[in-house]
């Protein structure tokens, strides 16, 4: 096979090596070419305005192929300094014609030239590829952080929504509305007393059981059935068994009021109440005499109590002024029952404890098969044999609705509100910090989108960075290739390693 068709492969890495191996270049090239750099940077210092020497210089690294233009270029605009023997007088053309003879001088320039190539293949553009990969890695980041951000926000504004609907208000100002909301609790308590009263089955079969199994009169219930029958009314009457003649209910807080959090947590019993005053004291002794009369011991209900007051009278005659509250409600006696948190808390009790029995009874009559069962319900009262699990579980179901109703999530907010001084302040800030977090992952968010923006505009720019230093690495790749060809009778040269991976696009 004939050698000038065989092409000569030269590894991108060992170019260098194999130009000094053949004695194309000099091992001290470097020095010669240091030399070469200090005289360009000279030579540029006077440049004539011209677009093409202006494209040349800008942001790239000049040699030997570059001078080659440049040359070209001062042939049109140094022609004026051109004398009849060919020659030019000017200094510009002289400098670039004396840089391009030295460059040429022991093919210093095909050494610089080998060497930008291989610091392009070797580290240029890695590293511009390494930068933009992990610019790409940001930005993938930053969208799992946008997505984060964004799930976090959706559900602080959901719950506060959501908190805000059970309370029955818009948010904008939320203290003042949940100061306002109070006023709904009266109407509010009517409705649940309403509903209250059909529980009363439930009452009447918990109470006959009771007594069935008690063998006399149990009370049960007493507040929860109190309210059934009388409906929701005030404590006073509750307590004494008679309407007062006269509520003394406090006045609600304002709006205003209510952001003074320097207000106690104690109860206002409106009034001061007068006891009345023991008009005289009365001092007793009571004396542990051990011997009768005649010595003998005295047994232990033969102690005596001897009276040191006046001797004049045989009792004591002890005053006690009672107390006339003139039928006048006051503090919490004017509170109705489910407005008042002692009655209240009684109320929900009694509840609790009804659907107790009725889990117990649909339990016990589901164990029908059981030998206690039978014999032990067969002498009881008409209404718990009429009892079957479809009427028990009737029961049970209109107790959790009522249940349900008293301890409705509003309802309690509301109580909460009026009977707690700090309350309205926890459930506002609680309010706010879900608005707070909404607004810092909105804040954070939007930080994120701006970095993935500045991401993909760096990573553009590095983009277009890459792409330049790679077309230059392409061109210089053929310039080394045509010119070492040139000094083997045009054989193909190729270069060849990772230099041929390399894309423009």
């Not at 210089?57 to 000049?62: P, V």
């Not at 407005?339 to 929900?348: A, F």
């Amino acid at each position: 096979m004939d050698e000038q068709n065989i092409p000569i492969d030269i590894h991108v890495n060992k170019l260098l090596d194999w130009l000094v191996s053949r004695r194309h270049i000099n091992k001290e090239w470097q020095k010669g070419v240091l030399e070469i750099r200090e005289k360009i940077n000279n030579a540029i210092q006077d440049m004539p305005a011209h677009d093409g020497i202006v494209k040349l210089l800008s942001g790239q690294h000049i040699n030997y192929f570059h001078c080659l233009k440049i040359v070209e270029i001062l042939k049109e605009t140094e022609a004026d300094s051109k004398n009849i023997f060919g020659l030019y007088g000017s200094q510009r053309m002289k400098d670039w014609q004396d840089i391009i003879s030295c460059y040429q001088k022991d093919n210093k320039y095909l050494a610089e030239v080998s060497q930008i190539l291989l610091r392009n293949v070797s580290y240029e553009i890695p590293n511009l590829k390494k930068q933009i990969n992990k610019l790409g890695q940001v930005q993938l980041d930053c969208q799992k952080k946008i997505k984060e951000y964004t799930k976090t926000e959706v559900t602080c504004l959901k719950e506060f929504e959501t908190l805000c609907k059970q309370l029955g208000i818009p948010g904008k100002n939320i203290k003042n509305e949940l100061l306002e909301l109070i006023k709904d609790l009266p109407e509010i308590y009517e409705k649940s007393a309403e509903k209250l009263k059909a529980v009363a089955p439930a009452i009447d079969l918990y109470e006959a059981f009771t007594e069935y199994l008690a063998g006399e009169k149990r009370e049960v219930l007493k507040t929860l059935k109190y309210l059934v029958k009388h409906g929701n009314t005030t404590t006073y009457e509750y307590v004494k068994g008679r309407k007062p003649i006269k509520i003394d209910t406090p006045e609600a807080k304002s709006p205003s009021e209510g952001t003074d959090n320097t207000s106690s947590n104690e109860i206002d019993f409106g009034d001061d109440i007068d006891f009345g005053v023991v008009n005289e004291s009365i001092d007793f002794e009571i004396s542990l005499i051990d011997e009768n009369a005649d010595g003998s011991a005295k047994t232990d209900d033969e102690f005596e109590i001897i009276d040191h007051s006046d001797a004049s009278s045989k009792s004591a005659d002890i005053e006690i002024e009672v107390v006339d509250d003139n039928g006048i409600a006051t503090g919490t006696d004017a509170l109705t029952l489910l407005d008042n948190p002692s009655t209240r808390e009684n109320i929900i009790n009694n509840l609790l404890e009804l659907q107790a029995f009725l889990k117990l009874r649909t339990f016990e009559i589901n164990q029908e098969s059981d030998l206690l069962w039978i014999p032990q319900m067969q002498n009881t009262p008409s209404i718990i044999q009429l009892q079957n699990l479809e009427t028990i579980s009737a029961l049970m179901d209109v107790v959790s609705e009522t249940f349900n109703e008293i301890t409705d999530k509003r309802t309690l907010h509301l109580h909460n509100l009026k009977h707690s001084t700090n309350y309205v302040d926890i459930l506002t800030s609680q309010l706010n910090q879900k608005l707070s977090q909404v607004n810092r992952m909105k804040t954070s968010k939007a930080d994120m989108e701006t970095k993935v923006s500045n991401c993909q505009k760096e990573a553009k720019e590095l983009e277009k960075q890459t792409l330049r230093v790679i077309t230059q690495t392409k061109e210089i790749q053929k310039q080394i290739e045509q010119d070492v060809s040139a000094k083997y009778k045009g054989r193909v040269v190729n270069l060849v390693g990772a230099i041929s991976v390399l894309k423009l696009s």
